[in-house]
């Protein structure tokens, strides 16, 4: 009875021999995180209304529906947004980060808004579960020569912070 314990000891180590040591299989979660915001984002820059909803996680549609177009709204029809680009990401827990900054113009007032996006992995996909206001950007990134985000000069200085916007929210520009 000892020899069967020891061979199945001997099995369970040389099966777990390889356990850890090989690179993790399929696409870095951070990057299809970070390019389901980018999609986003590309949404809100063409105001287009049903590209942006299919980001959302199924259970932010109704409150997206209630709010995108709105006064406030990432789509309402009197901002325009310039430009949006991602900033930066982390895991956080199952769940991905995403900040953003974008560029607002509403009655010829531009401002630089800082978003942050958390994405959860649904059906084997990712999905944006929540948007709120994040700090406000000093400066809107600029790619670098290596196609990094790399900070460039903000037209009129920092924007103003704003209460967490909700989804499919923009802070109104002041």
Not at 136 to 144: D, E, I, L
């Amino acid at each position: 009875m000892r020899r069967g314990g020891v061979l199945f000891g001997a099995v369970l180590a040389a099966a777990l021999a390889g356990c850890g040591s090989q690179e993790p299989s399929g696409p870095d979660p951070g990057q299809l995180a970070r390019e389901r915001v980018q999609t986003y984002l590309d949404a809100m820059k063409v105001k287009d209304v049903a590209a942006g909803r299919a980001q959302l996680c199924a259970g932010m549609h109704a409150t997206f529906d209630r709010i995108a177009t709105g006064p406030n709204g990432d789509f309402a029809a009197h901002f325009v947004v310039t430009d949006a680009t991602v900033t930066g990401g982390q895991a956080v827990g199952a769940d991905q980060r995403v900040d953003a900054a974008v560029m607002v113009t509403a009655a010829g007032d531009p401002r630089l808004v800082g978003l942050v996006f958390t994405l959860s992995h649904v059906d084997g996909h990712w999905c944006i579960a929540d948007e709120e206001t994040g700090a406000p950007p000093t400066a809107y990134p600029s790619p670098s020569p290596d196609g990094t985000a790399s900070p460039s000069p903000s037209p009129d200085g920092p924007s103003p912070s704003a209460a967490p916007a909700g989804p499919g929210a923009v802070p109104s520009p002041r």
